[in-house]
């Protein structure tokens, strides 16, 4: 909840800082480009001020009020013709306006100001209204760049929320497709092992505080995740018969602070046990889970293959797709998977790099 609040005044303090910057150079450099004796005087100052409320005048009232009642809505000629009639006044008012002013202080009142032509006030006004013209298109930069700017921030905003319910609404799907294969191997468990289906309740309940509780978390602890996979491969080793071979291997460290997405893996392991094992042929399955000392997670399945037949599929290929989705939005450009069918054995790759994600994610979300 503090999050947006604090980017939003964040934006606001950005936008006044850009403001006073604006009007900083605009009124303090000219003096830079005086003789070093006129660095800085009053009276010219004093003079002043009629333009610079002048060009704050037509500045701001473009930037709040015609720039969005007006061209953003794309009414161009009423834009152009408004600016038009405030230009002219405004410069007749700036000039006045410094009349006016130096004839009540007329210490501020220029010595050749009495040697001029009658003419010479239009050249005034002229000068005025090319100053003017500039603090209108100086506005509509600045005005076109905020709104680039808030624009593109509601983007990465809309697809950041894109991104999260894509995630849930997969999640969503990951979980029954995951709880209904479990339970078909518990269903055929009771049937002929009544003790082993026992056991299998026990680690499907495992199973389910982890689906429950940390799979409710955008990430957990390798850690976790590697505990769940060993309850799953357990839950698993239950009902294989004895010409399967399942062999594991878990290198990461315990204290380790990696973190990982939730059941990104567990679709690639239901795949091995899907088509790794025959009734009657020797089979094998050999799953590796390995932490990288620079941030990557690897992740190494191969196993005997054993394609089902469109009749004795089930899932449709869900999982699999499930997990493309998922790696997609949660590491774009951050991981590697390839599969590879070779002398009747399936492999699966899946090296994800958790550390640049991480640091991926966080200039995103200064941005």
């Given at each position: 909840?503090?999050?947006?609040?604090?980017?939003?005044?964040?934006?606001?303090?950005?936008?006044?800082?850009?403001?006073?910057?604006?009007?900083?150079?605009?009124?303090?450099?000219?003096?830079?480009?005086?003789?070093?004796?006129?660095?800085?005087?009053?009276?010219?100052?004093?003079?002043?001020?009629?333009?610079?409320?002048?060009?704050?005048?037509?500045?701001?009232?473009?930037?709040?009020?015609?720039?969005?009642?007006?061209?953003?809505?794309?009414?161009?000629?009423?834009?152009?013709?408004?600016?038009?009639?405030?230009?002219?006044?405004?410069?007749?008012?700036?000039?006045?306006?410094?009349?006016?002013?130096?004839?009540?202080?007329?210490?501020?009142?220029?010595?050749?100001?009495?040697?001029?032509?009658?003419?010479?006030?239009?050249?005034?006004?002229?000068?005025?209204?090319?100053?003017?013209?500039?603090?209108?298109?100086?506005?509509?930069?600045?005005?076109?760049?905020?709104?680039?700017?808030?624009?593109?921030?509601?983007?990465k905003e809309l697809a950041k929320a894109?991104?999260?319910?894509?995630?849930?609404?997969?999640?969503?799907?990951?979980?029954?497709?995951?709880?209904?294969?479990?339970?078909?191997?518990?269903?055929?468990?009771?049937?002929f092992n009544p003790p082993k289906a026992?056991?299998?309740?026990?680690?499907?309940?495992?199973?389910?505080?982890?689906?429950?509780?940390?799979?409710?978390?955008?990430?957990?602890?390798?850690?976790?995740?590697?505990?769940?996979?060993?309850?799953?491969?357990?839950?698993?080793?239950?009902?294989?018969?004895?010409?399967?071979?399942?062999?594991?291997?878990?290198?990461?460290?315990?204290?380790?602070?990696?973190?990982?997405?939730?059941?990104?893996?567990?679709?690639?392991?239901?795949?091995?046990?899907?088509?790794?094992?025959?009734?009657?042929?020797?089979?094998?399955?050999?799953?590796?889970?390995?932490?990288?000392?620079?941030?990557?997670?690897?992740?190494?399945?191969?196993?005997?293959?054993?394609?089902?037949?469109?009749?004795?599929?089930?899932?449709?290929?869900?999982?699999?797709?499930?997990?493309?989705?998922?790696?997609?939005?949660?590491?774009?450009?951050?991981?590697?998977?390839?599969?590879?069918?070779?002398?009747?054995?399936?492999?699966?790759?899946?090296?994800?790099?958790?550390?640049?994600?991480?640091?991926?994610?966080?200039?995103?979300?200064?941005?």
């Amino acid at each position: 909840m503090d999050q947006p609040f604090n980017q939003k005044k964040g934006s606001i303090w950005n936008n006044v800082f850009v403001h006073l910057l604006l009007w900083g150079v605009i009124f303090i450099l000219p003096y830079f480009f005086m003789d070093s004796e006129r660095i800085f005087t009053w009276k010219p100052f004093m003079r002043s001020i009629p333009e610079m409320l002048g060009f704050m005048l037509v500045f701001y009232l473009n930037f709040f009020v015609l720039i969005d009642q007006l061209l953003h809505k794309g009414k161009t000629r009423p834009f152009i013709f408004y600016n038009l009639l405030l230009i002219i006044v405004v410069s007749f008012l700036m000039h006045y306006s410094r009349e006016l002013l130096e004839y009540l202080l007329p210490e501020l009142r220029p010595r050749w100001r009495g040697r001029m032509p009658k003419f010479f006030p239009w050249l005034f006004i002229v000068r005025n209204s090319t100053s003017l013209f500039l603090m209108m298109g100086l506005s509509v930069a600045l005005k076109m760049t905020v709104r680039w700017f808030e624009v593109d921030s509601e983007r990465k905003e809309l697809a950041k929320a894109k991104s999260e319910a894509e995630l849930q609404n997969l999640k969503n799907q990951i979980n029954p497709h995951f709880l209904l294969n479990t339970l078909n191997n518990i269903y055929a468990l009771i049937e002929f092992n009544p003790p082993k289906a026992q056991q299998a309740v026990m680690d499907l309940s495992k199973l389910l505080r982890h689906l429950l509780y940390d799979n409710n978390q955008a990430f957990v602890s390798l850690s976790q995740e590697a505990d769940f996979m060993r309850n799953y491969i357990e839950l698993m080793r239950i009902r294989l018969a004895d010409n399967v071979t399942l062999t594991t291997d878990f290198f990461y460290s315990e204290t380790s602070t990696t973190k990982i997405s939730p059941l990104i893996f567990i679709s690639l392991m239901e795949n091995a046990f899907k088509h790794g094992i025959s009734g009657d042929k020797p089979s094998f399955i050999n799953v590796s889970l390995k932490e990288h000392p620079d941030g990557k997670v690897e992740f190494v399945s191969k196993n005997s293959y054993f394609p089902k037949t469109d009749y004795d599929k089930s899932g449709s290929g869900i999982g699999l797709e499930l997990v493309k989705k998922r790696l997609e939005l949660l590491y774009p450009n951050n991981y590697l998977w390839h599969t590879t069918i070779e002398d009747n054995v399936y492999s699966t790759v899946l090296v994800i790099d958790t550390k640049k994600q991480e640091d991926d994610t966080k200039l995103l979300d200064r941005g």
